[in-house]
DNA sequence: ATACATAATTAGGCTTACCTAATTATAATT
DNA sequence: AATTATAATTAGGTAAGCCTAATTATGTAT
């Protein structure tokens, strides 16, 4: 249904909803695509017409619910995905969105619901995002940024709020891994930097910037 | 590089040539592609231009050695995607052509060097057709229809001439799957239907057209 | 050798998804 | 309120891959 562009438009304007809330502007969805602003106003229009979003001018677009339906769909693909290419495959996660991006486009709802049982309907993916169902529903959770957690509390770290590779490099260098259990020691105020103890061994001194894109639920 | 409609230009060519010999003319291109034969006529100009092809005017192509590569490493994909979907996510040999006709021009080489090792660097897709190396190369065989052999013969199937759901679903009806052991018992003059008894046990009556598309290895 | 059928090509057009340059809205600053 | 900066849109254009209709090659049969 949905052509390949369609459907990364559609992406992009979910996850700039989800970071930024409200309405997405054109120049953010021109900056994240890598295209031009005016083209992306010609192809917001085309994609109104579809009913895929829903589009004021000057304004900005908001997914309808048939195009955040894709969207999830997509997405679901994507994160489905990186978890094969991580755990059979033996890909690194810093290894597997490109890969995946492509993978995401394949049509086929028996393949995704076959991999998804061949997978053992995994609830994230190797980032700890989120895995939506076939119907675009989440589990829910509650994670967090360390950074907003307090001396003395113990997390289990389960997701990151950036994806960068060289963010992913720094923790997989540092070994912090998806899972770990951290004791929050100390919290130097002036910067902001955490102490902790990972897994009840190791002590680790991590920034503001790190601690900002650790996701974490309390133990 | 290649562009996908480039991909599946070349994969014809490929396959056309595989079956007919000699240079490939624009009909049989359009026909097997399903596009008009002026396109077709356009598109080989493109595609020799950038020594993909090589095309002679009215008679039709080749494949550049550039192009052979190419049209050879989508189909080691094409077949490397069906034995895992076969294997691993369970799918019959019927239903994983269109699905592989997709994943085939996902490009990544370490994703497909990482699922050749996955799957055990396996030799033939579930239709026995043999599945290149990275470099192009073939293992060999020395598989010849059925129809070929003489009464009295023991030989395993090992793979089809013909790919149709129907000839597939007829096998899967008729129980008779690869690496099955096939004893001719008798040959019928006027028909050609042969007479063969399956593994030792159960005895069949497979006609002409049938037996023409069972490739078979002499035991 | 000529006529006919079939195959291939040329010419002109269309849609999708992009582009640049010019113009118009909107928001921010004085 | 007027100016300025930034964002968005409009207008006009391009390349890739397809189409139909008309024309030209090629091969076959008389």
Redesign the pocket.
């Given at each position: 249904m949905a052509?390949?562009?369609?459907e990364n438009y559609l992406k992009a304007i979910y996850k700039l909803h989800e970071k930024k809330g409200a309405m997405v502007?054109?120049?953010?969805l021109?900056e994240t695509l890598?295209?031009?602003?005016?083209?992306?106003?010609?192809?917001?229009?085309?994609m109104a017409a579809k009913k895929l979003i829903s589009?004021e001018?000057?304004?900005?677009v908001m997914l309808t619910e048939r195009g955040r339906h894709i969207a999830l769909n997509i997405i679901r693909k994507h994160r489905l995905w990186e978890v094969w290419l991580v755990n059979n495959l033996g890909f690194k996660w810093d290894e597997v969105h490109e890969i995946a991006e492509q993978l995401e486009h394949v049509v086929s709802d028996e393949l995704i619901e076959s991999l998804d049982k061949h997978l053992g309907y995994p609830k994230a993916d190797p980032h700890g995002d989120l895995i939506p169902d076939a119907k675009g529903r989440f589990a829910k959770t509650s994670s967090k940024p360390l950074l907003d957690c307090e001396k003395g509390n113990r997390v289990k770290f389960t997701g990151v709020a950036e994806h960068s590779n060289s963010f992913l490099q720094y923790l997989t260098k540092s070994n912090i891994k998806l899972g770990d259990e951290l004791l929050v020691e100390a919290i130097e105020e002036f910067d902001k930097s955490f102490q902790v103890k990972i897994n009840g061994k190791e002590r680790k001194l991590l920034s503001k910037d790190v601690v900002k894109n650790l996701l974490v639920v309390l133990l």
């Amino acid at each position: 249904m949905a052509s390949l562009a369609e459907e990364n438009y559609l992406k992009a304007i979910y996850k700039l909803h989800e970071k930024k809330g409200a309405m997405v502007n054109t120049s953010a969805l021109a900056e994240t695509l890598q295209i031009n602003a005016a083209s992306v106003t010609d192809f917001i229009k085309k994609m109104a017409a579809k009913k895929l979003i829903s589009y004021e001018k000057s304004r900005g677009v908001m997914l309808t619910e048939r195009g955040r339906h894709i969207a999830l769909n997509i997405i679901r693909k994507h994160r489905l995905w990186e978890v094969w290419l991580v755990n059979n495959l033996g890909f690194k996660w810093d290894e597997v969105h490109e890969i995946a991006e492509q993978l995401e486009h394949v049509v086929s709802d028996e393949l995704i619901e076959s991999l998804d049982k061949h997978l053992g309907y995994p609830k994230a993916d190797p980032h700890g995002d989120l895995i939506p169902d076939a119907k675009g529903r989440f589990a829910k959770t509650s994670s967090k940024p360390l950074l907003d957690c307090e001396k003395g509390n113990r997390v289990k770290f389960t997701g990151v709020a950036e994806h960068s590779n060289s963010f992913l490099q720094y923790l997989t260098k540092s070994n912090i891994k998806l899972g770990d259990e951290l004791l929050v020691e100390a919290i130097e105020e002036f910067d902001k930097s955490f102490q902790v103890k990972i897994n009840g061994k190791e002590r680790k001194l991590l920034s503001k910037d790190v601690v900002k894109n650790l996701l974490v639920v309390l133990l």
